[in-house]
């Protein structure tokens, strides 16, 4: 184990429903690869999120089902640990943010930027529902972006342009409730103050030399036109604003979004709480060995790269009116912001409301959690929109994980199974031997290289073609052929089951469900692959129940380096690792899609 500190940052998933393929092709499936690779690299890993459960979007599910915002959140809460658990999606916590926890957190991030001078009261325009009189959230008005022009801009942020905006930004704004035109009245708020921080953060983004460049020049873009942005809301389901005369109105709460940013901090420090070691969290944020990744989808960029290292910067008093750090302590700045881009689906935009939409229980519910990974690792939107489509997910599945990588491991375990009943004892190895081992156990640094640099399409593709020459040996060296010559078959075969060997490690952070199952097909016993678990706890404060995501992942035995196969080593005839789809699938599929079902 490596002193190296490496916190996995990964965007905290909505509680207003279920989460689709979309979603944690941009969170989820990259963060778990990045955290096991570093885990095999020898590096401490802590890999934190939860459900982020504030917020207008919950009320209104609430009110429209006549029950109370907790009982949305508690419900989708656990929905949403079941499909990232199913997914093996490694977290040491995950959690939630209606944790007394995270409220003190939160609230301690609050004060620590008021005492800095970075955040001050000021009265606003606020909106309100001319037929209720209730408060109209920012994201609930929509209308005409200011400046992209965007025809469905909402009251906190453009997608279109990325820029955030204000409700009286927006030109023709509309309630998304009931349509109605907002009237605006003056209410009082606290506001960060961003434009303190445009140094702080153009020097900070002049030192990211490594990022993707759509984030980093996004990121940049941002800091021209800076504004003090709310931190708080008219709204009575949040944070609550942690001073006198605030702290029990029932009107007033810290916006979701900054509250959400904090979780990646109160997780940490949760997750330290049960540890047994409450000061735990700090070798991850306050180190000077410690990098923090943060991963999500491109439309949270603005939270991470200008939000968020702006609340630390505050509370650091590193901003342009100095200040000292508050009572938890100087806190790290993001190492990296690793955002992807949008997934579509068969050329459509995801949509809960269209039915334009596969959530990933019904997914898994059909189909291996590798096969969806595998397609978002080699296929997904790293760098660009990509679009899913059934076709492809089945092309995939069948001609690359079926036939390519499972068709060597079950071929070549079974004659070694068949006619040694063990891993066969090599004789003297011929060049063409020494050249397929020399390919697999020199792919372990620029694999690995690409991973710690979450280039995580160029990664899978490389150990996949690595697969193919271990395939093309095989063909080659016809172990069947030599049944005259059991001395040169045995050779052939020690050596291809090293090289399967070498390339179930090299596929082991993409792939961690078949990877224990390949290693249990190579005579290997034990964890080589954990597995997340779901675990019933009571809150550390309060005493509320709910469920998190952790598990023991130092027990693995999975390490990034090739690992000498023991000559005599039992095996059996293997079990297929992967399941062949049937063409039908793609017909189904879209019969699903289209309602036809």
């Known amino acids: 184990m490596s002193d190296r500190h490496i916190l996995t940052a990964v965007a905290w998933p909505y509680a207003n429903g279920p989460r689709h393929i979309g979603h944690v092709s941009g969170f989820g499936v990259p ?30 599910a609430a009110d429209a089902e006549g029950v109370s915002p907790r009982e949305i959140a508690d419900r989708n809460n656990r929905l949403i640990v079941g499909d990232l658990q199913a997914l093996g999606l490694s977290y040491d916590l995950f959690t939630r943010t209606t944790t007394a926890n995270h409220a003190q957190v939160s609230q301690e991030i609050f004060l620590g930027l008021l005492k800095n001078g970075y955040v001050f009261p000021q009265t606003t325009l606020g909106a309100i529902s001319p037929s209720t009189g209730r408060t109209l959230p920012d994201r609930y008005i929509e209308g005409t972006c200011p400046i992209c022009g965007y025809d469905g801009a909402r009251g906190d942020q453009c997608d279109n342009c ?5 409700p009286t930004d927006l030109i023709n704004p509309v309630s998304r409730i009931n349509g109605e035109t907002p009237r605006f009245v003056e209410s009082e708020h606290y506001f960060l103050d961003l434009p303190a921080f445009t140094r702080a953060l153009g020097d900070w983004l002049a030192t990211r030399k490594s990022w993707r460049p759509n984030v980093l020049n996004f990121s940049r873009n941002l800091l021209e036109d800076l504004k003090p942005r709310s931190y708080t809301r ?3 389901w949040g944070v609550p604003v942690p001073l ?11 916006y979701v979004w900054f509250d959400a940013v904090v979780g990646y901090l109160s997780a940490s420090i949760e997750w330290a ?9 700090r070798q991850w944020w306050q180190t000077p060995d410690s990098d923090a990744y943060y991963f999500m989808g491109k439309d949270n960029i603005v939270f991470h790269a200008e939000i968020w290292p702006a609340q630390l910067l505050g509370y650091d008093g590193e901003g342009d009116r100095g200040g000292s750090p508050g009572s938890l302590g100087r806190l790290n700045l993001p190492t990296e912001v690793v955002s992807s881009e949008f997934l579509t689906m068969e050329g459509r935009k995801f949509s809960s409301s269209r039915q334009v939409v596969i959530y990933v229980r019904d997914f898994l519910a059909r189909y291996d959690p590798d096969a969806l990974r595998y397609f978002v690792a080699v296929a997904g939107p790293e760098s660009q929109d990509t679009d899913f489509t059934w076709a492809e997910f089945l092309r995939r ?20 199974a068949k006619n040694v009943g063990a891993v066969p004892t090599p004789g003297e190895r011929t060049d063409a031997d020494r050249a397929l081992l020399e390919a697999t156990s020199s792919a372990f640094g620029p694999i690995g290289d690409l991973l710690a640099r979450n280039r995580q399409k160029a990664a899978a593709t490389e150990a996949m073609r690595v697969v193919g020459e271990a395939n093309k040996y095989l063909s080659d060296q016809a172990p069947w052929k030599l049944k005259e010559d059991p001395a040169r078959r045995d050779t052939v075969l020690h050596t291809a ?13 993409f792939l961690p469900h078949s990877a224990q199952k390949v290693h249990e097909l190579l005579g ?6 954990p597995t997340p678990e779901i675990r019933e706890v009571t809150d550390l404060d309060d005493g509320s129940p709910y469920p998190v995501i952790t598990g023991d992942y130092d027990a693995a035995q999975a390490v990034w380096a090739s690992r000498r196969l023991q000559a005599g080593t039992p095996l059996s005839p293997p079990t297929p690792v992967f399941r062949k789809l049937d063409d039908s699938v793609v017909e189904e599929e879209l019969r699903r899609l289209e309602g036809e079902e």
């Open 234 to 236: 008219d709204i009575d």
């Open 497 to 509: 089951l090293q090289a399967i060997s070498d390339c179930n490690a090299l596929l082991t952070p």
């Open 273 to 281: 709480r049960r540890s047994g070691d409450p000061e735990a969290w």
């Open 244 to 254: 006198d005369g605030w702290r029990d109105r029932p009107d007033k709460r810290i």
């Open 524 to 529: 290997g016993t034990g964890v080589w692959s």
């Open 31 to 60: 963060s778990d690869v990045f955290s096991r690779y570093h885990r095999m690299a020898g590096d401490r890993v802590l890999m934190v999120s939860g459900t982020d459960e504030h917020g207008t979007p919950i009320t209104v």
């Open 162 to 166: 990325g820029n955030q905006l204000d």
């Open 397 to 416: 599945n069948n001609d690359e994980l079926v036939a390519g990588w499972g068709n060597l491991v079950n071929r070549t375990v079974s004659m070694a």
